[in-house]
């Protein structure tokens, strides 16, 4: 029974009743256990101890397998010394500032020493308090996070170091396995080995992805504050803290209050962590912050120009160089210039689309339909907000002989009659008329675009115009003439709707635009080169056999501007030998034609008829007037655009020669091969007759056009210099007199208006058959800007919309913005022109009778040597040609 403690005993000791007499009595009569039951005592133990060390050693030996088995291909943490992320590659204007971002990730690498230290401290607060004291992973913080989790019943809080997250952005993938967590569990380890806290935290800070396309800290803050990272303050630092976990979900953009509430977490995780006083986070939760989109440079800038620079680049240098390497692109455009071009073809396209009528309102709404018309206006009103020159819908709600009243959300407005008149019904052979009353054009209901103009304060009333959206297009370029660099580029009235650039992309006939590389081209035809009858007996006297003159039958009395050309087609036909001494003979035999246009050489005008019988066909080409003028200067042909006359001269100069010219100005479209040439009946894009013209300008070389000045890599490597590239390709004497001849055009012919800018301008207007395109090309002596005005479907543009109406305003508009306070410059006159007074009826050298004369200039030896006949004579011939047209 000793081996056993009695009930009453047992309730002593557990109540805690036992006395020491008792225990004294029982320790006298305790029994020594067996030795037998001591030894399974102790072999239990030394069980439980080895079973303890076994297991211990079998997890151990685990856990190395588990390590060995998932470090063996992990990859190389190696590739963390030398980062080099995707970063954005930025393009500049000439004067510095940045027009267009290009991008994958939107990050923007900034030294951490550059940042905020409350930045940095709200990271850490809110994804890893404890990164300075643990090794890359963070058991405690697990254990902690996955409590809170089990308690708020959703994941409230992560696990995940800052290390694990630098892992899984740099070197693992983003799927969801244990096997991943393994792994990155290991390289968080092995990096906190190898690298600094402080370059772990750079890392994380340039790689995080916080939303909208923003990775990295720079990036977001631009995003969200439109400001950098280092002008953040406390209540700024905790929003973008507080993205990490859901950039989407916590965006400022759409769920700030979400947003507000992470903030708060941050804010007070920082004040747990000792980083801030309470006082300082009630502040910065206070603080009311200024969130605003970013605004796309690439869209709302100058966006023509800048994806005309992307797809250089892309083709060039690749799509990943582009899009991930961060190059740095030096533009020549001008961002003044830019905005100059955008406003005046705005103006000049809805000028142009209100002189071919209206076309009615957008809608018409009962009256029930009202209120609700107006409440959804007012939203939309209170998200841009009513300014000047705003364009917005408005609802016709009275209207009688002097005004329109307009309702648009909460305001009112008015149009008064004046703002209205042009509003007749659209019809493209009318010339505009003004209609008698606004019940003509609109009625009550009508949903309409309106114009705010004016507010007047007193009556609290808008001034209104009415608007619709213009339905033509247009291009603009500006080229610097000497350099080539192309300071403004405008593709179309709107990017967002069309990305297509009819500045560059476009072929579109030219029309009497094209007519200088005509001129310009006959004031350089040398001699010509030809078989006459002559040759063809000196050849037969040389020894040439006869069925060999029998073949070049075909090619008498043609005219060849080049030598080279005609001995090409001679040996189509008669297939010598190259080394053949009858090559001399034939060379010997050809003969030269003197040939020399100058601004006052003169050609009749007057009827002509081209007939091609093979086609059936008859072309009777005709002025615009749709008159003929009988005897015209050159001078006069280019500055009233006679059509009759360039045919003639064209014709007389051959049609090859003129295609062969065109191709020295850089003319690479197609060109036909006919006379409707000489009006600009074959397309060519703006920048090709804007490129002809700045050879005229410079005084006679063809330069490149630059629209990338430089383009370096991250590390500042210059890939690409483009300096001005001109070659001479026409005298400059030549360039000279085809500047003062369109000069007239300026000061006498269809580009009149221009002489508002009161400066010397040379230029020339162009307009299509059926009036389906409008173009005016001009220049200074330092600038050359070309306008094209058409819609993308062809058609007419309206009664009378020329090149000189049509077009015409918008350059003018344009250079004018431009020009304001710069020096007036004249055309400089160089060597090799000479001056002489002419009669322009006979453009010979003037007598003290001449009725009309010109101080006319010429190249060197071009001069007319004779003087004018007696006038009675030329002018009864003069009338004879205008009566027999």
């Keep these: 029974m000793g081996d056993f403690v009695m009930m009453d005993d047992f309730q002593e000791i557990s109540t805690g009743k036992h006395n020491k007499k008792n225990v004294k ?27 303890g060390l076994g297991m211990f050693l079998l997890g151990l030996c685990s856990l190395c397998g588990v390590y060995y088995y998932y470090s063996r291909d992990l990859p190389k943490i190696s590739s963390l010394d030398d980062y080099h992320p995707k970063i954005i590659t930025n393009v500049y204007a000439n004067d510095g500032r940045k027009i267009a971002e290009f991008f994958e990730e939107r990050r923007i690498v900034v030294p951490l020493d550059e940042m905020p230290k409350q930045l940095l401290q709200a990271f850490i607060a809110a994804e890893d308090s404890r990164f300075y004291q643990h090794k890359g992973i963070d058991i405690v913080s697990i254990f902690r996070a996955f409590f809170k989790n089990l308690e708020a019943g959703t994941i409230v809080q992560g696990g995940s170091t800052i290390t694990q997250q630098v892992t899984k952005s740099f070197l693992l993938t983003s799927e969801r396995t244990y096997e991943r967590k393994i792994r990155e569990a290991i390289l968080a380890y092995q990096i906190d080995q190898r690298l600094e ?3 772990i935290l750079y890392l994380y800070l340039n790689q995080i992805y916080l939303g909208h396309g923003a990775y990295g800290v720079e990036a977001a803050a631009q995003n969200y504050f439109n400001k950098s990272v280092n002008d953040l303050n406390l209540a700024e630092c905790a929003i973008l803290a507080g993205l990490p976990q859901a950039p989407s979900k916590y965006s400022p ?58 797809s250089y680049v892309e083709k060039k240098y690749g799509r990943d160089r582009l899009y991930t390497q961060g190059l740095q692109i030096n533009a020549a455009v001008n961002v003044d210039f830019q905005k100059f071009a955008r406003d005046e073809i705005e103006i000049g396209l809805r000028d142009l689309d209100k002189r071919q009528g209206y076309r009615g309102p957008l809608k018409n709404l009962k009256k029930e339909n009202f209120e609700s018309f107006l409440a959804e206006t007012e939203k939309l009103l209170g998200e841009t907000g009513i300014q000047k020159n705003i364009i917005i819908q408005g609802l016709v709600v009275e209207l009688n002989r002097k005004k329109v009243s307009v309702r648009f959300g909460k305001h009112v407005g008015y149009i008064p009659f004046d703002n209205m008149k042009w509003a007749r019904k659209p019809d493209s052979k009318r010339y505009p008329y003004s209609i008698k009353h606004p019940k003509y054009a609109l009625k009550i209901g009508d949903v309409i675009l309106i114009r705010c103009i004016e507010y007047e304060k007193d009556a609290e009333i808008w001034q209104l115009s009415l608007e619709q959206e213009p339905i033509a297009q247009s291009a603009l370029l500006c080229m610097e003439a000497e350099t080539g660099n192309v300071l403004s580029m405008i593709g179309g009235r709107d990017f967002k709707s069309s990305q297509f650039n009819r500045a560059i992309q476009s072929r579109r006939q030219p029309g009497s635009a094209f007519k200088p590389i005509v001129y310009s081209a006959a004031l350089d035809r ?41 001995l090409e087609d001679v040996n189509d036909f008669i297939d010598l030998e190259t080394d053949s001494p009858l090559w001399d003979v034939i060379r010997d035999c050809i003969d030269q034609k003197e040939k020399h246009f100058t601004p006052a050489s003169m050609i009749v005008d007057t009827a002509i008829v081209y007939e091609e019988k093979e086609r059936h066909f008859k072309w009777r080409p005709k002025n615009y007037e749709k008159e003929f003028f009988g005897p015209t200067l050159l001078r006069d042909a280019l500055t009233l655009s006679r059509n009759v006359v360039t045919i003639k001269l064209l014709q007389d100069i051959g ?25 600009g009946s074959s397309g060519m894009s703006l920048l090709e007759i804007v490129r002809t013209y700045a050879v005229f300008c410079n005084g006679g070389e063809l330069v490149e056009p630059i629209f990338i000045t430089k383009i370096t890599d991250r590390d500042g490597k210059i890939l690409e210099l483009n300096q001005p590239n001109r070659k001479r390709i026409i005298d400059k004497s030549t360039a000279y007199c085809m500047t003062s001849m369109m000069k007239s055009v300026v000061e006498h012919g269809t580009a009149k208006r221009v002489k508002e ?54 350059w003018l508009g344009y250079m004018k913005r431009m020009m304001e306070e710069k020096p007036v410059k004249v055309f400089s006159v ?28 010429f190249k060197e030896g071009t001069a007319p040597k004779d003087y004018s006949p007696r006038p009675n004579l030329m002018n009864d011939q003069s009338e004879f040609f205008k009566q027999n047209m």
């Design 25 to 51: 009595k029982d320790n006298k009569k305790s029994v020594p256990l067996p030795s037998s039951k001591r030894k399974w005592i102790y072999r239990i133990l030394l069980f439980c101890v080895c079973s």
């Design 197 to 199: 806290k402080n370059e």
């Design 253 to 310: 953009f759409h769920h700030f209050k979400k947003a507000k509430a992470r903030q708060i977490y941050v804010l007070n995780q920082m004040v747990d962590k000792g980083f801030i006083s309470k006082e300082q986070a009630a502040t910065a939760i206070e603080f009311e912050m200024d969130i605003k989109p970013r605004k796309n440079l690439y869209i709302e800038e100058i966006p023509y120009y800048t994806e005309y620079i992307r």
């Design 526 to 566: 040398g001699p010509s080169y030809v078989l006459t009858d002559d040759s063809f007996v000196q050849m037969e006297d040389q020894g040439i056999p006869l069925e060999l003159l029998r073949g070049l039958e075909r090619l008498k009395d043609l005219e060849y501007h080049l030598e080279e050309k005609l």
């Design 655 to 679: 049609v090859d020669y003129i295609i062969d010219y065109a191709r020295k100005f850089g003319i690479t479209s197609n060109i036909n091969r006919d006379l409707s040439i000489a009006l």
């Design 757 to 810: 800018l009161k400066r010397p301008v040379a230029g020339k207007t162009g307009t299509t058959n059926n009036l389906y395109d409008a173009w005016f090309v001009g220049y200074t002596p330092r600038f050359v800007t070309g306008v094209w005005v058409g819609l993308d479907k062809e058609g007419s543009l309206g009664a009378g919309e020329t090149g000189s109406r049509a077009a015409t305003p918008i």
């Design 830 to 857: 160089p060597e090799g022109v000479v001056f002489a007074t002419i009669d322009k009826e006979t453009g010979l050298l003037a007598i003290p009778e001449s009725k009309e004369t010109i101080y006319e200039c």
